[in-house]
């Protein structure tokens, strides 16, 4: 990883699914090299993709590149116990589909809706992912 002398860089790429997350990181890799370190990802299969890309680089995800996601408990948990994540987000999606539910009865009620709606989540590192 990068020592004293970091450079920020950011872009921000959409993917959909695996293959095309794999083609936008071999592009980011054939544009920064080795100063790619860290992919964020906004489901698994797009981190599996960074991942075969990180591989195909002569890399090795989880020690030369971070890899952070989001997504589904199950997936992202093994992924992490593999290392193929350092971290990730896991969505408690019955508390978004409650929180929907919840507003959409206060909106049909005309009650005033806060603007700032808070979700649960847990972080999986590699510490408390076998707990």
Do not use: H
Not at 18 to 30: D, G, I, V
């Amino acid at each position: 990883m990068a020592g004293k002398n970091v450079v920020q860089l950011e872009e921000a790429y959409c993917s959909a699914d695996a293959a095309e997350a794999k083609e936008l990181c071999r592009q980011a890799f054939s544009k920064y090299g080795r100063d790619l370190e860290l992919i964020l990802c906004n489901s698994e299969s797009v981190a599996l993709g960074a991942a075969n890309a990180v591989r195909d680089s002569g890399r090795v995800p989880g020690r030369d590149v971070i890899i952070f996601a989001v997504g589904k408990e199950t997936q992202l948990k093994e992924m992490v116990r593999t290392g193929v994540l350092m971290a990730a987000a896991v969505e408690d999606t019955n508390a978004i589909f409650g929180r929907i539910v919840r507003l959409v009865d206060e909106l049909t009620k005309d009650k005033t809706v806060e603007q700032k709606q808070y979700i649960s989540y847990k972080i999986w590192t590699i510490d408390n992912v076998n707990s």
